[in-house]
């Protein structure tokens, strides 16, 4: 066995936020006792494992984010949203859908998507292109026929569609933009 992948394996289980015994780390013991075995396809499914583990953890931390539900309005947290992030390269993501009963609207929240790293140049310069920007609390967002997009810290995107934006901006006004910079950090 190598030197770097017991320390890498032995590291993660060690790790305070994992102290505890928990799925995760039972999965991390399983893959290092496949690889002390010989098993590398073993390995790579545990190891695979573990990781899609660590991320529905880190789903549910980024879904901290998502606003309440105003008054008169009801929330709902979708489960669904990193299934087609990995089709994109990866990363975090959340998503809640608000409703009132006429009206609905969803914000999303992705985290270290390379899409988003793409999207931060465009929006940081689109002002200067000319598109239409709102001001949401210290942000700036871009709106494109009522989609509103804004980029924290280059690395997360926060959308908002669906309703008029009159109605979504005093929901992404309750976010927490400088929490959510220390976000994955």
Do not use: H
């Not at 010989?38 to 880190?58: F, P, V």
């Not at 999207?119 to 239409?132: D, T, V």
């Not at 709106?143 to 309703?163: C, F, K, P, T, Y």
């Amino acid at each position: 066995m190598t030197r770097m992948f017991k320390i890498a394996v032995l590291a993660a289980l060690m790790a305070p936020t994992l102290a505890q015994a928990d799925e995760v780390t039972d999965t991390l013991q399983s893959a290092l006792k496949a690889y002390e075995e010989g098993d590398i396809t073993y390995t790579l499914e545990e190891l695979e494992y573990a990781k899609q583990l660590l991320q529905a953890m880190k789903t549910a931390d980024l879904a901290k984010f998502l606003p309440d539900a105003p008054d008169g309005w009801t929330r709902e947290v979708s489960t669904e949203m990193n299934a087609g992030l990995a089709m994109l390269g990866g990363g975090a993501g959340a998503e809640a859908t608000y409703t009132n009963g006429s009206d609905e609207f969803t914000i999303t929240i992705m985290a270290n998507n390379p899409m988003v790293g793409a999207l931060s140049g465009m929006l940081s310069n689109a002002a200067l292109m000319g598109m239409k920007l709102e001001r949401v609390g210290r942000m700036k967002y871009l709106n494109q026929d009522g989609e509103l997009s804004g980029i924290v810290d280059g690395r997360i995107l926060i959308q908002a569609d669906g309703a008029d934006v009159d109605v979504m901006i005093p929901v992404l006004e309750t976010i927490d933009a400088r929490a959510l910079e220390d976000f994955g950090r």
